[in-house]
């Protein structure tokens, strides 16, 4: 019985752990790394088709997003999630597919006018279709046996709809060893979903640690300052423009919307139009509608139990169509408009951007994290013009940064979390959060809270029978020195490996004297086809 820890180590993204017990490969999560890349992660140590199930705890990209390049390497098995993390990972693994073809054919066309070989997607929206026929939607609550000696259940962790813990019991020469994964912990003072739930006792624990070093602030207040925002906005004349991440903040935003509406609580603009432009986060929407009452808080079930939908209000405009898009700032009327991607890198938003602004009464509202180097934080540090679809575009508009809205547990949040389990774990392994705050986080837990924790480096990995280190790595940091080309240590690796695999050709090459010179020739003009392509 053994895990390694694979992705997410020292860094926030790329969620993937491998246990490996009785002859099976389990993964869990299989997650795309997101933003700048920090540490080196290992490659899966087993053949993708080696890989007998997946356990996925919520349809965050960064922990699913790889799920259909492991179909496409050849996993044929099962994996296991909710139903609203299946029924999310429908629309957002097809959108990450697009994603994919669409910088593929980018790509194609400038290698192709100089030359260059092909460019391969990543995956394919074909890929991400077989990754989610191998899906299994599960209950929150039911204990489920997945194979002989290995059972899980999900548990509501309030990140995302469908967003769970996963306790996994696994038995092992006799010997029963629980395991739980977090997940991303949900941040109870958000509305819509329920609190993270608790869970008494493991034997190993894998904890995330984004916010392990701060403290949220209130979240009370998003109601009143969104109100301010748009009643000043449209006062004079302006568009507030929210770039929204689809999945998730969308419909938090809706759900105050409705409040603001229902309530009148903007004065004076009777009527004003709310456009949410993002077919994705509409298909999110609807998502949210048709799942079971259960997956949300008391005050969402209430107004369902009503007749009340908590997320549509008059005046709200859906289904927009890419040229109807265009159209919205060509109409005068002061509106909201919600649109993604949520850091303004690409997608709708970057229209309505270059519509408003360098309109002095716009408002341009950010609702989420905005990451080092995307198009949300140059505005947001005070850039003066940024280039929208080659044109250069004048700020003039007013920018606010919405506080305290976060999906993830703060600092009391985790720890809240932590302190639930009635028997300590043997070992609290920290991931899923930047170097310094994981390794203060699993400090904090040692010093404070006399467990265990550690901060496994992707490639370590542990005996859970005996709770000994199997191998421990040292994490290996992709540099980036100014001026300079990145050193990558990723780069050198994989050179490494086509050097060896060249070898490998030369030897069996080698062995192959004495063949039928038909299979000699055959062979000869194979690796010449291979060698003329890749010197071109
Ligand atoms: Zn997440
Ligand atoms: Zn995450």
Redesign the pocket.
């Known amino acids: 019985m053994k895990i390694t820890f694979l992705g997410a180590t020292h860094e926030v993204t790329g969620s993937c752990t491998l246990i490996e017990t009785n002859g099976k490969n389990i993964l869990i999560d299989c997650g795309m790394e997101q933003g700048a890349d920090v540490f080196l992660n290992e490659e899966l140590p087993v053949n993708s088709a080696n890989i007998d199930c997946v356990f996925l705890t ?1 349809a ?1 990209i ?2 699913s997003g790889k799920l259909p390049l492991l179909c496409k390497n050849g996993f044929d098995g099962k994996i296991y999630a909710t139903e609203e993390t299946v029924n999310l990972c429908k629309i957002m693994l097809m959108d990450s597919a697009h994603i994919q073809e669409f910088e593929a054919e980018w790509r194609n066309r400038k290698a192709k006018r100089s030359g260059m070989p092909p460019y391969e997607p990543m995956y394919t929206t074909q890929d991400a279709q077989n990754a989610v026929a191998k899906m299994y939607g599960s209950k929150y609550d039911e204990i489920k046996e997945v194979c002989e000696n290995v059972s899980i259940r999900f548990n509501d962790m309030g ?2 709809l469908g967003s769970a813990s996963i306790e996994i019991w696994i038995t092992e020469s006799d010997v029963t060893k629980k395991i739980v994964f977090s997940g ?1 912990v949900g941040n109870k003072s958000r509305p819509i979903l329920n609190n993270p739930k608790m869970i008494d006792e493991a034997d190993y624990l894998i904890v995330e640690s984004t916010y392990g070093d701060k403290l949220h602030e209130k979240a009370a207040d998003t109601l009143p300052i969104l109100v301010s925002c748009i009643q000043r906005t449209l006062d004079r004349g302006g568009n507030v423009v929210i770039p929204s991440f689809a999945v998730g903040r969308t419909q938090e935003i809706l759900y105050h919307l409705r409040k603001i509406k229902t309530d009148g609580l903007v004065k004076g603009h009777d009527g004003f139009p709310v456009y949410v432009d993002s077919p994705l986060a509409n298909e999110a929407t609807a998502i949210f509608l048709q799942s079971d009452p259960m997956d949300f808080d008391d005050e969402i079930r209430e107004l369902f139990k009503q007749g009340t939908n908590p997320l549509v209000f008059p005046d709200l405009k859906m289904s927009v169509s890419s040229d109807e898009s265009k159209e919205i700032n060509f109409d005068s009327t002061p509106k909201v408009i919600i649109s993604a991607s949520g850091m303004c890198e690409a997608g709708r938003i970057r229209h309505h951007l270059k519509h408003n602004l360098w309109r002095r009464e716009s408002l341009i509202l950010f609702v989420g994290y905005q990451a080092n180097g995307t198009l949300g934080r140059i505005l947001l540090d005070g850039a003066k013009e940024v280039k929208l679809f080659g044109e250069p575009i004048t700020v003039e508009a007013e920018l606010f940064l919405m506080p305290g809205i976060s999906g993830h547990a703060d600092k009391e949040g985790l720890l809240e979390w932590i302190n639930g389990f009635e028997k300590k774990p043997t070992i609290v392994f920290v991931n899923h959060g930047e170097d310094g705050v994981a390794e203060g986080f699993a400090k904090l837990l040692h010093d404070e809270y006399s467990l265990n924790a550690v901060t496994p480096y992707s490639g370590t990995s542990y005996d859970l029978l005996t709770g000994e280190v199997v191998s421990q790595t040292k994490g290996i940091r992709i540099e980036k020195k100014e001026g300079q080309r990145p050193h990558d240590e990723r780069a050198a690796k994989v050179f490494t490996r086509l050097i060896s695999a060249c070898e490998k050709l030369l030897r069996v090459a080698k062995s192959r004297e004495g063949m039928a010179n038909k299979e000699l020739g055959r062979f000869a003009d194979q690796v010449e086809q291979l060698a003329e392509k890749w010197s071109r």
């Open positions: 919520h965050h960064d922990h990140h995302l991303d």
